[in-house]
């Protein structure tokens, strides 16, 4: 159960915006609670992300859900929030955004397509993901490491949550975003940390343009039919279900939205993907997304549930 509910890569796809300089180079207003400007690094963004408004705003491309992990211009320090605003989903894919820091140092040139697994399972990397109904266009949140290691999160509704533990503060943490799935649009919206004296914020910059609350696929074409598999009746059930029966407790979670359990079979023996994400991958891509054999709507079949 998610917190708050209780590796390929096509280079010929990128349409990163080439900018003149570092996010780190944004001009700044200093004074004695001042944290230092706050961007995006412009050297090390996902193949499918363009970087706009000073590389505080990062937009996906709308027709792929991998492919948009960006970082922070600068290492963020302990208790210092780092507010995000969506500006932008859209309703084609399944699961959405991920935040997290990371210990290495963001390299210059594409990161891997996603945060989750991709980089997770290297060490320095610690991401999670936020349940879409956070990451609506127009929900502003805050994610943040606390002295203890644990990775925080503050979302619409002003709660505090603690997402996960275990990061390394002994070195300097970049925040780490994915534009996942219905994530299509964020905007970095400062940072600020509380002392004892007041609270330190980011150096102020321009206004953002505000959200759009459109659906960004629905504005380039119509999305396909979920009628593409002849045994397209069972249900997948969702990482949250109460039910489910002994064969699908073993199961593993979809590659694409990570969420729901993986009940599709594919023709070349994988069984990786969902119902939903599987309608959407084979329509789009074509291809398997763990060995990249081609898939058709024949191809395919999906597990009984009884």
Request: proline letters at 8%; a positive charge; hydrophobic letters at 35%.
């Amino acid at each position: 159960m998610h917190p708050l509910r209780g590796v390929y890569r096509n280079s010929s796809f990128k349409v990163v915006k080439q900018m003149g300089f570092n996010g780190a180079d944004l001009p700044r207003k200093c004074g004695l609670f001042c944290l230092g400007p706050l961007a995006f690094h412009t050297g090390a963004v996902g193949d499918r992300i363009t970087l706009t408004c000073g590389a505080r705003c990062a937009e996906r491309a709308w027709d792929t859900f991998r492919n948009g992990v960006v970082f922070s211009n600068r290492p963020v320090r302990v208790r210092e929030k780092v507010r995000l605003r969506v500006d932008r989903s859209t309703s084609h894919w399944t699961g959405a955004l991920r935040v997290g820091f990371t210990t290495i140092q963001p390299a210059h040139g594409p990161p891997a397509d996603m945060a989750i697994p991709n980089l997770t399972k290297q060490p320095g990397y610690w991401a999670v993901p936020l349940p879409e109904d956070c990451a609506w266009p127009g929900s502003e949140l805050q994610f943040w490491v606390n002295p203890k290691g644990r990775l925080m999160y503050r979302g619409q509704d002003g709660q505090k949550y603690q997402l996960l533990v275990g990061l390394d503060i002994s070195r300097p943490l970049w925040a780490m975003i994915d534009l996942y799935g219905q994530t299509c649009t964020v905007a970095l919206l400062g940072s600020e940390k509380k002392c004892l004296f007041g609270t330190k914020k980011s150096c102020p910059t321009f206004a953002l343009p505000p959200p759009s609350h459109g659906d960004c696929w629905s504005c380039k074409k119509s999305p396909p039919s979920p009628e593409l598999f002849e045994n397209n009746h069972s249900r997948c059930p969702s990482i949250i279900d109460n039910q489910r029966t002994e064969d699908f407790d073993t199961l593993e979670d979809c590659v694409v939205c990570m969420s729901r359990e993986a009940c599709v079979i594919l023709r070349c023996g994988h069984q990786c993907l969902c119902m939903s994400c599987a309608n959407r991958v084979v329509t789009d891509f074509g291809t398997c997304p763990l060995c990249r054999q081609p898939i058709t709507q024949r191809r395919i079949k999906s597990m009984q549930i009884t």
